[in-house]
């Protein structure tokens, strides 16, 4: 079992509200990602970091923004949610970069009514 | 830019049968192939990785997976099924040039008691 946590697991929020989404690892790794996995199940990156103050946008765009202030804390940040941001976001690390194998979080599935 | 495609959406084997999950990609140059596998409310967790030598791949829980560099293939196998691996399962690539991971769309496996 991969140490790298998510929260919240499950979220539902109104329209237009500011929603932080976690994610740690204690792994040490210094490469961390976030993926949106569509209902259709498709994994899509969205952002992803090199390490302590580097993030880069991934091949998806998407409105959320996400800071790297800690190698072990990567969360990410939408300013204010709308439905069409309702799906499942994955974290995941990895060391050495994308070539390795990347350890993933259970996932925060959002909802915005 | 590089793709994987997973031709099947689900996949459907009796219990003690044989399975396959079919991959093909699309990369520049010399791909590093992985197989992940998602059960329900779960991340992703690694399951085998291809990068050099033998074409023929050992992984976690019995399963292995065949890289033929012809046929831009990486099939996913296990000699008998099991209900526990009912899951989704996820081929992806990764290349050099490229720099970031590509997922497939995903394969539904159903294991049939």
């Known amino acids: 079992e991969a140490d790298i946590y998510q929260t919240p697991r499950y979220l539902v929020i109104g329209t237009g509200k500011k929603i932080t989404l976690e994610c740690s690892q204690t792994?040490?790794?210094?490469?961390m990602y976030w993926y949106q996995q569509d209902p259709g199940m498709e994994l899509h990156l969205i952002h992803y970091?090199?390490?302590?103050?580097?993030?880069e946008k991934g091949d998806l765009s998407s409105e959320s923004t996400v800071s790297r202030i800690r190698t072990e804390h990567f969360p990410l940040t939408l300013e204010s949610a709308r439905p069409s941001h309702t799906s499942q976001y994955l974290c995941?690390?990895?060391?050495?970069?994308?070539?390795?194998?990347?350890?993933f979080g259970a996932g925060t599935r959002l909802s915005v009514l | 830019a590089q793709s994987v495609a997973q031709p099947e959406d689900q996949v459907n084997v009796a219990e003690g049968n044989p399975l396959t999950v079919k991959c093909t990609y699309s990369?520049?140059?010399?791909?590093?192939l992985f197989w992940y596998v998602q059960y329900p409310n779960r991340g992703l967790q690694f399951l085998l990785k291809?990068?050099?030598?033998?074409?023929l791949v050992k992984g976690s829980y019995g399963f292995e997976a065949e890289f033929n560099k012809s046929q831009t293939s990486f099939h996913l196998k296990k000699p008998s099924a099991l209900v526990s691996d009912s899951a989704l399962y996820f081929c992806?690539?990764?290349?050099?040039?490229?720099?970031?991971?590509?997922f497939g769309t995903g394969t539904k496996l159903q294991v049939i008691p």
């Open positions: 792994m040490g790794h210094d490469k």
């Open positions: 990369v520049s140059g010399n791909p590093y």
């Open positions: 970091s090199y390490g302590v103050n580097s993030t």
């Open positions: 291809y990068i050099t030598g033998d074409n």
């Open positions: 992806a690539a990764y290349s050099g040039g490229y720099q970031k991971v590509t």
């Open positions: 995941a690390s990895s060391v050495g970069g994308a070539k390795n194998i990347q350890y």
